[in-house]
């Protein structure tokens, strides 16, 4: 039911091309999956999502662990049935969550401590409630808790972190028990390169179906990512997915693939989208600016998505202005199609052999591209 086919590989870099067989469809790897962290992408319906090309989206099991709750979401069938999405599904495991809002948390070895950042409410997060959350949700794909050290943090932080991460992935693989879903473990040890081989040879020794690799894109320099992922690239299997955690800026993306990875999620795309800033073939653009007052042509002219297809960027301006939902709706919509289609093209380069002069032309011209306001 969950099985990953390496199809193709780019010779002058890591990039390489797959598939990813779960239980409600086979993914095409490399993918971009939208974050529906509350089983919503936020301004986009489920039907809206599939129009654009999104096969897979990423759900967070620490919010819905404290709200509506995964008893709920169990009894209405699981995350598919309850938000209405035909397609994979992801879950990580709360644990970024858990160290980056929660108040007053209390890490231990046998787990977290945590204050509710909605209400206050005292919880304790461990390996085996991660895990029994995400087996109520009916993800299929379910992350271990692990974790995620703040950046910046020392050598020994990092450390001690990876230990941690190594003892709960054991006990997440030992309380996991639903057949159809896929555990994956999380490669930590911050930017130290030493760190992030343990914690991959440790987690590798263990019978995962996949690695994600956790704690970047956290503060750290774009490239100490790239380093890291450098480092990681021949140490990881090559018959397994590859998932890099958080990052979904569209040079990264590029970068990312060109080092191997298959996976990646980021609330970018909807979180840029509702504030203005889009991205575009030649760079970001930020929609509020006085110069597209008057500007009736396209978000983006090299973009086929709805949007750009159907209203222009006097428009978009003018219904942020007015704070109207559909100026947030019509922005996430265009840079999710974006993200979207842009790691197809890197699919579609690598299969066909040109990736290398996909990744330069693409770099070029995004960073050429002005901040447009």
Same mark, same amino acid.
């Given at each position: 039911?969950?099985?990953?086919?390496?199809?193709?590989?780019?010779?002058?870099?890591?990039?390489?091309?797959? $598939?990813?067989?779960?239980?409600?469809?086979?993914?095409?790897?490399?993918?971009?999956?939208?974050?529906?962290?509350?089983?919503?992408?936020?301004?986009?319906?489920?039907?809206?999502?599939?129009?654009?090309?999104?096969?897979?989206?990423?759900?967070?099991?620490?919010?819905?662990?404290?709200?509506?709750?995964?008893?709920?979401?169990?009894?209405?069938?699981?995350?598919?049935?309850?938000?209405?999405?035909?397609?994979?599904?992801?879950?990580?495991?709360?644990?970024?969550?858990?160290?980056?809002?929660?108040?007053?948390?209390?890490?231990?070895?046998?787990?977290?401590?945590?204050?509710?950042?909605?209400?206050?409410?005292?919880?304790?997060?461990?390996?085996?409630?991660?895990?029994?959350?995400?087996?109520?949700?009916?993800?299929?794909?379910?992350?271990?808790?692990?974790?995620?050290?703040?950046?910046?943090?020392? +050598?020994?932080?990092?450390?001690?972190?990876?230990?941690?991460?190594?003892?709960?992935?054991?006990?997440?693989?030992?309380?996991?028990?639903?057949?159809?879903?896929?555990?994956?473990?999380?490669?930590?040890?911050?930017?130290?390169?030493?760190?992030?081989?343990?914690?991959?040879? $440790?987690?590798?020794?263990?019978?995962?179906?996949?690695?994600?690799?956790?704690?970047?894109?956290?503060?750290?320099?774009?490239?100490?990512?790239?380093?890291?992922?450098?480092?990681?690239?021949?140490?990881?299997?090559?018959?397994?997915?590859?998932?890099?955690?958080?990052?979904?800026?569209?040079?990264?993306?590029?970068?990312?693939?060109?080092?191997?990875?298959?996976?990646?999620?980021?609330?970018?795309?909807?979180?840029?989208?509702?504030?203005?800033?889009?991205?575009?073939?030649?760079?970001?653009?930020?929609?509020?600016?006085?110069?597209?007052?008057?500007?009736?042509?396209?978000?983006?002219?090299?973009?086929?998505?709805?949007?750009?297809?159907?209203?222009?960027?006097?428009?978009?301006?003018?219904?942020?202005?007015?704070?109207?939902?559909?100026? +947030?709706?019509?922005?996430?919509?265009?840079?999710?199609?974006?993200?979207?289609?842009?790691?197809?093209?890197?699919?579609?380069?690598?299969?066909?052999?040109?990736?290398?002069?996909?990744?330069?032309?693409?770099? $070029?011209?995004?960073?050429?591209?002005?901040?447009?306001?």
């Amino acid at each position: 039911m969950f099985e990953y086919r390496l199809i193709a590989r780019c010779p002058e870099t890591g990039a390489r091309a797959g $598939e990813l067989v779960t239980p409600h469809g086979v993914i095409e790897t490399p993918v971009f999956m939208p974050v529906g962290t509350q089983a919503t992408v936020k301004a986009m319906s489920p039907e809206e999502l599939t129009a654009l090309g999104a096969q897979i989206i990423l759900s967070n099991t620490y919010h819905l662990y404290l709200r509506p709750g995964a008893d709920l979401v169990a009894e209405a069938g699981g995350l598919h049935s309850f938000m209405g999405w035909k397609g994979p599904i992801l879950t990580d495991s709360g644990g970024f969550q858990v160290f980056s809002l929660s108040a007053l948390r209390e890490i231990s070895d046998d787990g977290v401590a945590f204050r509710s950042h909605r209400d206050g409410s005292s919880h304790f997060m461990t390996p085996e409630l991660s895990v029994a959350v995400q087996e109520k949700l009916g993800s299929d794909i379910a992350m271990c808790f692990d974790e995620c050290v703040p950046w910046p943090t020392t +050598a020994e932080e990092a450390d001690r972190a990876v230990t941690r991460t190594t003892a709960w992935a054991r006990r997440c693989l030992e309380a996991h028990d639903r057949d159809g879903q896929a555990l994956f473990g999380i490669v930590q040890g911050s930017v130290f390169d030493e760190l992030r081989i343990r914690s991959a040879r $440790e987690l590798m020794a263990l019978p995962f179906p996949g690695y994600a690799i956790g704690g970047l894109s956290v503060g750290e320099s774009h490239a100490d990512m790239y380093r890291i992922l450098d480092v990681l690239g021949p140490v990881l299997p090559e018959e397994k997915p590859r998932y890099l955690m958080g990052v979904g800026f569209p040079t990264n993306l590029i970068e990312g693939i060109a080092r191997g990875i298959d996976m990646f999620d980021c609330v970018l795309p909807s979180r840029n989208g509702r504030n203005g800033t889009l991205f575009t073939s030649f760079g970001r653009m930020n929609i509020k600016g006085a110069r597209f007052e008057r500007d009736f042509g396209p978000i983006d002219g090299a973009c086929d998505c709805y949007v750009c297809r159907n209203y222009s960027r006097a428009y978009v301006r003018h219904l942020h202005r007015s704070g109207e939902i559909l100026g +947030a709706r019509l922005c996430t919509w265009h840079n999710l199609h974006f993200l979207v289609h842009l790691v197809g093209q890197a699919r579609r380069a690598i299969l066909d052999g040109t990736f290398q002069a996909f990744r330069r032309t693409f770099l $070029e011209t995004f960073m050429e591209g002005a901040y447009l306001s």
